[in-house]
């Protein structure tokens, strides 16, 4: 079972960016996906973005798409999520989570092993 962690998140402007880091420890298999969702009290777990470990493919709710970069680094087994241009509405609990053989998913339920999360609050 791959255990994660997450890191960087913190109280921002809005416009301004952060760097979150998701650190695996465990084995991430070529077909992993790596993905990152977020929370808000009352609502459910909404997926953000991901990326399949061997060949990098990525994928992103629309909402953030042009703000937001997901990528990995293979030898620190650790995936990240570039925030730009940060809005309000992008306050959060951020989550990182893993599947292996799975096929492109946004279903939380699909994701097998979880982080704590990482809260990012965006000020207007």
């Known amino acids: 079972q791959v255990q994660l962690e997450e890191s960087g998140g913190g109280l921002v402007q809005a416009g301004d960016s952060l760097r979150l880091s998701c650190a695996a420890s465990?084995?991430?298999?070529?077909?992993?996906?790596v993905a990152w969702f977020r929370q808000t009290p009352g609502k459910e777990r909404e997926f953000v973005a991901s990326?399949?470990?061997?060949?990098?493919?990525?994928d992103y709710t629309d909402s953030v798409k042009g703000r937001f970069t997901i990528s990995r680094d293979n030898a620190k087994n650790t995936v990240f999520l570039q925030l730009n241009t940060l809005k309000p509405e992008d306050t959060a609990v951020y989550y990182c989570?893993?599947?292996?053989?799975?096929?492109?998913?946004?279903?939380?339920?699909?994701?097998?092993?979880w982080g704590q999360g990482t809260q990012v609050t965006v000020s207007s």
């Open positions: 989570a893993t599947n292996t053989g799975v096929a492109t998913t946004r279903i939380p339920a699909h994701f097998g092993s």
């Open positions: 465990g084995r991430l298999f070529f077909a992993s996906r």
């Open positions: 990326i399949v470990w061997g060949k990098g493919y990525t």
